[in-house]
């Protein structure tokens, strides 16, 4: 099958830390991968810290090479050595990324300068560009900051810009790495509901790699990394089915699937799963009238 | 607080000066500057002094925040101007003394013509640069005005890239080296108390762990930058192009013009003759 | 009893500049010793102000802070001798590393306090037990250390202090759900066991139902609500104008009696929820 937008196959990845000792440390990031993601798919990659699940991010953007293994990009094999500059460009202007640290991926000291850095090194005419930045930062809602100063706005709004200066180059994925979770509440809240808007509304293909289960929950599709490994792949239901396995990897699952969980455990017979209040509370009442019991 | 302090000066708004080409400003500001250094008759102090009014009024920016701007250095040119008069002799008699000095009208005029010359400086480059530009405005004219040293090889791009960058992150860092004062502070670290010696090991721990953050954050702004296709300028536009304008175009005309009339007005006019004089016979030889 | 009280503070940023903002206004409320007070609120409610204001790090423009009935501005100089009192640590406490190992980055703030060597020996070692880490790390640099392993150091160097209050600004912010669990149920169980008033900001419903006693909630520069962890819940609607969810948990429990099966006791976490389940099983049994 060819009908996949991105291909990952048996990706492997090592990175060598040469930080501050003088012998380097190996540390396998990524040990054997495949993944396939359809185009406007809406996917969560959940894993804890050091899982690997940034790494599987980098090497779909390009910012790293793996060590072994191919990625196909709509059919385009990016880790073929003999692609040209301006192929590599072309797929990185496809490949959107939104980092953690919101503030550290601006580069102007004006928002709307900034949202506009990415069209201008694509080499677009000054009016389109003018166009995109205008359209991007309504998308995310900051049109009334165009003229303001990055350091002036809050975490969440910094985030927005970031997501308005990947918009304005009509990328076709945007991964965002971990990207909620230096935000508060509400900065949390509005990126989250862009990124699903850009998802059902413009067709992008969203990777959104997280720790919050709550956001993994909301995605049509969760892929679990755990040490450089695929642990778990399917929808939200049958991810968070697995309460022991998550919590055997440091993961937890939303709280209704953790107390249906809880409750097996206490010896209570509970055939179905569910993963949102709605569900558990129905399934709950069914079970506490009697009616299952 | 650290974080009071305000870089660049920058006052938004919308006046004729503001409007202005950034290269229009610099270029002006580079005239008004040599000007500053070569007016010394009367009636060019009178000019000069009539041209930075006006641009001060063509500003729109109030008589108040003017001179706030002079007030830091006050202080100096007050010593400055002391010692001028101090220790400048002049030809007759001196106009009075006192201990071992004695003042001489020279002395007082070059204490006053100084003085003066440094105010001015201040005020018009000031009015006409930082004021009325936005640093992104004023990096952009920079690397507009010098784009021709790119044919010898000056990475004039990255100057530009490095000084956009430098401003953007500058309040980032005052933040940030605020917070870990504040943490090393409760850790017990003292900054204010104890020998030159101890207060400058003090500072270890606020300088370490700013200079690793700021690899960091440099080496996360370089990953992005990259995945937003950046590649120097190559094949790079611009959303705002810099275009000189009807009223660029009579600025720097009226500029000219001043500046030719103030080099008339400053050159003595024996001087003068003499310049004449010396162009007559180079042209005969020719 | 009290350990600390806040008496009608308020604070300026930048007073008497254009950039001047109030970030508190006059605010008024206590936490409990021996307690764990959850300190919540969005970005730009005043917490973080008034974290910094609680071992002295600004000063009130108005107001007093108490710290065991004494106000801690009363000796300005001794202002230090708070900061050992109450321990700070900052978010992100990680990036305030800066020594060669991680024993003498720990060892920094006891060394400030003038302990002998002995002494901070065995603070050190008894800081990182706390912090669930291995005496092997002590002789490693901290910038070797995963993001987890950083953050749990900068937290070892204040309790090495062994402050009577210990004030944690988002002590879990950016981990993993395991790091979250095992970074604040060790505080928690620390200061259970060593009576020490624990102060924790949090972005977290679902953090302040499990490991807190009292909440202070912030909005706007003001004291929005604070009491104990029920009384703050038993306004739901409150909560929610200030944006602040529910956890899902007590929402699907609410859900429940709603439908007539009636659940009593706290129900706050999964834990809480599941046991009345069992106890309303266990009732009907009967």
Same mark, same amino acid.
């Given at each position: 099958?060819n009908?996949y937008?991105?291909r990952?196959?048996?990706?492997?990845y090592?990175?060598?830390?040469?930080?501050?000792?003088a012998?380097?440390?190996?540390?396998?990031?990524l040990?054997?991968v495949s993944?396939?993601i359809s185009?406007?798919?809406?996917?969560?990659?959940?894993?804890?810290?050091?899982?690997?699940?940034?790494?599987?991010?980098?090497?779909i953007?390009?910012? =790293?090479t793996p060590?072994? @293994?191919?990625?196909? !990009?709509?059919? #385009?094999?990016?880790? $073929?050595?003999t692609?040209?500059e *301006?192929?590599?460009?072309?797929?990185?202007r496809?490949?959107?990324?939104?980092?953690?640290?919101p503030d550290?991926?601006?580069?102007?000291?004006?928002?709307?300068?900034?949202?506009?850095?990415?069209?201008e090194?694509?080499?677009?005419p000054?009016?389109?560009?003018?166009?995109?930045?205008d359209?991007a930062?309504s998308?995310?809602?900051m049109q009334?900051?165009?003229?303001?100063?990055p350091?002036?706005?809050?975490?969440?709004?910094?985030?927005?810009?970031a997501?308005a200066?990947?918009?304005?180059?009509?990328p076709?994925?945007?991964?965002?790495?971990e990207?909620?979770?230096?935000l508060?509440?509400?900065?949390?809240?509005?990126?989250?509901?862009?990124?699903?808007? =850009?998802?059902?509304e413009? @067709?992008?293909t969203? !990777?959104?790699? #997280?720790?919050?289960? $709550?956001e993994?929950?909301r995605? *049509?599709?969760?892929v679990?990394?755990?040490?450089?490994?695929?642990?778990?792949?399917?929808?939200?239901?049958e991810?968070?089915s697995n309460?022991?396995?998550?919590h055997?990897?440091?993961?937890e699952?939303?709280?209704?699937?953790?107390?249906i969980?809880?409750?097996?455990?206490a010896?209570?017979?509970?055939?179905?799963?569910?993963?949102?209040p709605?569900g558990?509370?129905d399934?709950?009442i069914?079970?506490?009238s009697?009616?299952?019991? | 607080?650290?974080?009071?302090?305000?870089?660049g000066q920058?006052?938004?708004?919308?006046?004729?000066?503001?409007?202005?080409?950034?290269?229009?400003k610099l270029?002006?500001s580079?005239?008004?500057?040599?000007?500053?250094?070569?007016l010394n008759?009367?009636?060019?102090?009178i000019?000069y002094?009539?041209?930075t009014l006006?641009l001060i009024?063509?500003?729109?920016?109030?008589?108040?925040?003017?001179?706030?701007?002079i007030?830091?250095?006050?202080?100096?040119?007050?010593f400055?101007?002391?010692?001028?008069?101090?220790?400048?002799?002049?030809?007759?008699?001196?106009?009075f003394?006192?201990?071992?000095?004695?003042?001489y009208?020279?002395?007082i005029?070059?204490?006053f013509?100084?003085?003066?010359r440094?105010?001015?400086?201040?005020?018009?480059s000031?009015v006409?640069?930082?004021?009325?530009t936005?640093?992104?405005a004023l990096?952009?004219?920079?690397e507009?005005?010098?784009?021709?040293?790119k044919?010898i090889?000056?990475?004039?791009?990255?100057?530009a890239?490095?000084?956009?960058i430098?401003?953007?992150?500058?309040?980032t860092?005052?933040?940030e080296?605020?917070?870990?004062?504040n943490?090393?502070?409760?850790?017990?670290?003292?900054f204010?108390?104890?020998?030159?010696?101890?207060r400058?090991?003090?500072?270890?721990?606020?300088?370490?762990?700013?200079?690793v953050?700021?690899?960091?954050?440099?080496e996360?702004?370089?990953v992005?930058m990259?995945c937003?296709?950046?590649?120097?300028?190559?094949?790079?536009?611009?959303m705002?192009?810099l275009?000189?304008r009807?009223?660029?175009?009579?600025?720097?005309t009226?500029?000219?013009?001043?500046?030719?009339?103030?080099?008339?007005?400053?050159?003595?006019?024996?001087e003068?003759?003499?310049?004449g004089e010396?162009?007559?016979?180079l042209?005969?030889?020719? | 009893?009290?350990?600390?009280?806040?008496e009608g503070v308020?604070?300026?940023?930048?007073k008497?500049?254009?950039f001047?903002?109030?970030a508190?206004?006059?605010?008024?409320?206590?936490f409990?010793?021996g307690?764990?007070?959850?300190l919540?609120?969005h970005?730009?409610?005043?917490?973080s102000?008034l974290?910094?204001?609680?071992?002295?790090?600004?000063r009130p423009?108005?107001?007093k802070v108490?710290?065991?009935?004494e106000?801690i501005w009363?000796?300005?100089?001794?202002?230090?001798?708070?900061r050992?009192?109450?321990?700070l640590?900052m978010?992100?406490?990680e990036?305030q590393?800066?020594?060669?190992?991680?024993?003498?980055?720990?060892?920094?703030?006891?060394?400030?306090?003038?302990?002998d060597?002995g002494?901070?020996?065995?603070r050190?070692?008894?800081?990182?037990?706390?912090?669930?880490l291995?005496?092997?790390l002590?002789?490693?640099?901290?910038f070797?250390?995963?993001?987890?392993?950083?953050?749990?150091?900068?937290i070892?160097?204040?309790?090495?202090?062994?402050?009577?209050?210990?004030?944690?600004?988002e002590?879990?912010?950016?981990l993993?759900?395991?790091?979250?669990?095992?970074?604040?149920?060790?505080?928690?169980r620390?200061v259970?066991?060593?009576?020490?008033?624990l102060?924790?900001?949090?972005?977290?419903m679902?953090?302040?139902?499990?490991?807190?006693?009292n909440?202070?909630v912030?909005?706007?520069?003001?004291?929005?609500?604070?009491?104990?962890?029920?009384?703050v819940?038993s306004?739901?609607d409150?909560l929610?104008?200030?944006?602040?969810?529910?956890?899902?948990i007590?929402k699907?429990a609410?859900?429940?009696i709603q439908?007539?099966i009636?659940?009593?006791?706290?129900?706050?976490?999964v834990?809480?929820?599941?046991?009345a389940?069992?106890?309303?099983?266990?009732?009907?049994?009967?």
């Amino acid at each position: 099958m060819n009908d996949y937008f991105i291909r990952c196959e048996n990706l492997s990845y090592i990175y060598e830390d040469t930080g501050e000792s003088a012998i380097p440390v190996f540390h396998p990031a990524l040990d054997g991968v495949s993944l396939n993601i359809s185009r406007g798919e809406y996917l969560a990659i959940l894993g804890h810290n050091g899982s690997g699940k940034s790494t599987l991010a980098k090497l779909i953007s390009m910012i =790293l090479t793996p060590k072994s @293994g191919k990625i196909y !990009i709509d059919g #385009t094999d990016i880790t $073929d050595e003999t692609l040209g500059e *301006d192929a590599q460009y072309e797929l990185r202007r496809r490949v959107g990324m939104v980092f953690q640290n919101p503030d550290n991926q601006l580069v102007a000291t004006v928002v709307e300068e900034d949202v506009a850095f990415g069209p201008e090194n694509l080499g677009i005419p000054s009016d389109e560009i003018r166009k995109r930045v205008d359209d991007a930062l309504s998308l995310v809602g900051m049109q009334d900051y165009k003229r303001h100063a990055p350091h002036k706005l809050s975490g969440g709004q910094k985030q927005r810009v970031a997501i308005a200066g990947i918009i304005a180059m009509h990328p076709d994925i945007i991964i965002f790495d971990e990207a909620t979770a230096m935000l508060d509440p509400i900065g949390r809240r509005d990126v989250l509901a862009i990124m699903e808007r =850009l998802n059902r509304e413009d @067709g992008i293909t969203v !990777i959104n790699i #997280t720790h919050y289960m $709550d956001e993994a929950a909301r995605a *049509d599709r969760i892929v679990v990394i755990n040490d450089g490994k695929t642990l778990l792949d399917g929808t939200p239901d049958e991810v968070f089915s697995n309460v022991p396995l998550l919590h055997e990897v440091g993961l937890e699952a939303p709280q209704s699937a953790e107390l249906i969980h809880a409750l097996r455990e206490a010896g209570l017979v509970i055939n179905s799963n569910a993963i949102t209040p709605e569900g558990c509370r129905d399934l709950l009442i069914r079970l506490l009238s009697g009616g299952d019991r | 607080m650290i974080s009071d302090i305000t870089l660049g000066q920058f006052f938004p708004g919308s006046s004729i000066l503001h409007r202005l080409d950034p290269r229009t400003k610099l270029l002006l500001s580079l005239l008004y500057i040599i000007g500053v250094f070569l007016l010394n008759t009367p009636m060019a102090f009178i000019l000069y002094t009539l041209i930075t009014l006006s641009l001060i009024l063509a500003s729109r920016i109030s008589m108040r925040v003017i001179l706030k701007g002079i007030k830091p250095i006050v202080i100096v040119l007050i010593f400055t101007m002391i010692i001028n008069i101090l220790l400048t002799s002049g030809e007759g008699e001196p106009l009075f003394s006192f201990l071992i000095f004695a003042v001489y009208k020279e002395g007082i005029i070059r204490a006053f013509f100084m003085a003066y010359r440094v105010i001015m400086l201040i005020v018009g480059s000031s009015v006409l640069l930082t004021y009325t530009t936005s640093p992104i405005a004023l990096t952009d004219g920079l690397e507009s005005l010098l784009s021709p040293l790119k044919l010898i090889k000056v990475p004039v791009h990255l100057f530009a890239m490095m000084m956009t960058i430098a401003l953007r992150f500058i309040p980032t860092l005052i933040e940030e080296t605020e917070t870990i004062m504040n943490a090393q502070k409760s850790r017990g670290a003292n900054f204010t108390e104890g020998s030159i010696i101890k207060r400058a090991r003090a500072l270890i721990p606020i300088l370490v762990p700013l200079f690793v953050s700021s690899f960091k954050r440099a080496e996360e702004l370089a990953v992005a930058m990259e995945c937003r296709c950046y590649r120097g300028d190559v094949g790079r536009t611009k959303m705002n192009k810099l275009k000189y304008r009807l009223r660029d175009i009579l600025w720097l005309t009226v500029g000219a013009l001043l500046f030719a009339g103030l080099i008339l007005l400053s050159v003595k006019s024996a001087e003068l003759s003499a310049l004449g004089e010396a162009m007559r016979i180079l042209f005969y030889k020719i | 009893m009290e350990k600390i009280r806040i008496e009608g503070v308020s604070f300026i940023y930048s007073k008497g500049t254009p950039f001047e903002r109030r970030a508190l206004d006059g605010v008024s409320c206590s936490f409990e010793a021996g307690k764990i007070t959850c300190l919540i609120g969005h970005t730009g409610s005043g917490k973080s102000t008034l974290v910094n204001l609680l071992n002295g790090l600004y000063r009130p423009t108005e107001g007093k802070v108490y710290l065991d009935g004494e106000d801690i501005w009363a000796r300005p100089k001794k202002i230090t001798d708070i900061r050992r009192r109450v321990g700070l640590v900052m978010q992100y406490p990680e990036y305030q590393l800066f020594d060669e190992t991680v024993y003498s980055d720990i060892a920094f703030g006891p060394k400030n306090l003038g302990l002998d060597a002995g002494e901070i020996d065995l603070r050190v070692r008894e800081a990182i037990a706390f912090v669930g880490l291995d005496e092997a790390l002590l002789s490693k640099s901290p910038f070797e250390l995963s993001g987890g392993q950083k953050r749990r150091v900068a937290i070892a160097g204040i309790i090495a202090m062994r402050p009577e209050v210990l004030v944690l600004d988002e002590p879990a912010a950016g981990l993993d759900p395991r790091g979250r669990r095992e970074i604040l149920g060790g505080l928690t169980r620390y200061v259970r066991e060593r009576g020490i008033t624990l102060i924790l900001v949090s972005h977290s419903m679902e953090d302040m139902a499990s490991y807190c006693d009292n909440v202070v909630v912030m909005k706007d520069a003001k004291v929005f609500m604070q009491g104990t962890v029920d009384e703050v819940f038993s306004h739901p609607d409150e909560l929610d104008a200030v944006g602040l969810d529910t956890p899902e948990i007590t929402k699907l429990a609410q859900g429940l009696i709603q439908a007539g099966i009636v659940l009593s006791g706290a129900l706050y976490t999964v834990e809480d929820v599941r046991d009345a389940i069992l106890r309303y099983i266990g009732g009907n049994a009967q």
